[in-house]
């Protein structure tokens, strides 16, 4: 999805000589190609408005792709008051520049905030469409794991996850994810699972595809046990085994019989000087 940010009391946004409106910038170009195109930026105040322009790569401080090669003929423009200025910019693709998607921005300051719209940048020559899935944690309640984009195309990824258990499937889920993965990038994700069984051994497989042919698998296994329960019913058992264990001791002589005595009984029975009781 485009960014295109609304300032107070101004705002930014791609030139449109027809009203169509445009979300972003696009821009094809192959490599060494020099393109061009405008922002348009609004100022409906009835005071002058200041405006610093630069390029800017999405998630990063310094610009070192796109944003870097973003150029203008003037960083700092002077708007009057209700006015809507055109700024021309263009986009210089390095020679080495390798083909596939490379998104950025141009920023807009004044007054202290940053405004900016999208620009999307694909570099002509052969695309790949790859993705990898990683790091696959099966927790109570969820499932989290890693989606890396290891081509050079803007992936929009699907979701599918399954979880297998002792009496079959605990889970079998699929949807589009809201996220745009752009190339190189790596996005950490939770899968909520709120219905995760009590007690059962699982085995998780993720699944993620996207456009081109991108896809990838990985798996997981858990083992989810109600240790509550678990713990209330050892105690049970352990109080049982002691309470039968007191029992039994309780039913033995106090103190134990030598064998020799027994012995000496039996050979003065033989004797006849000891008789059993009548």
Not at 111 to 119: L, P, Y
Not at 202 to 216: E, L, P, Y
């Amino acid at each position: 999805m485009a960014l295109v940010l609304v300032g107070p009391g101004w705002t930014v946004a791609p030139s449109s000589t027809d009203g169509d409106g445009r979300p972003y910038v696009y821009a094809e170009g192959a490599p060494g190609a020099v393109l061009e195109d405008k922002v348009a930026v609004t100022n409906p105040s009835d005071k002058p408005l200041k405006v610093s322009l630069r390029g800017a790569d999405p998630g990063r401080e310094k610009a070192t792709d796109t944003g870097a090669w973003i150029r203008f003929a003037e960083t700092t423009v002077k708007i009057p008051a209700r006015t809507r200025a055109e700024v021309p910019f263009t986009v210089s693709v390095p020679a080495g520049a390798t083909p596939g998607d490379h998104p950025g921005a141009v920023v807009a300051r004044a007054g202290g905030r940053d405004v900016g719209v999208s620009v999307h940048l694909r570099v002509s020559g052969p695309t790949l469409s790859a993705l990898t899935v990683e790091n696959v944690r099966v927790d109570k309640g969820s499932i989290a794991y890693d989606v890396v984009n290891r081509g050079n195309t803007t992936l929009s990824p699907r979701l599918a996850v399954r979880a297998d258990g002792v009496l079959g499937a605990a889970l079998d889920r699929s949807r589009a994810l809201p996220v745009q993965l752009l190339p190189g990038r790596r996005a950490s994700l939770t899968e909520p699972w709120r219905n995760a069984p009590a007690l059962d051994a699982v085995d998780v497989k993720v699944t993620v595809t996207a456009g081109g042919g991108a896809a990838d698998s990985a798996t997981a296994s858990a083992r989810f046990v109600p240790w509550p329960a678990v713990g209330g019913i050892l105690a049970v058992l352990a109080g049982a085994g002691c309470a039968a264990y007191w029992y039994l001791r309780r039913r033995r002589p106090s103190w134990p019989v030598p064998p020799h005595l027994f012995r000496l009984l039996r050979l003065l029975r033989r004797q006849g000087n000891v008789r059993s009781a009548p």
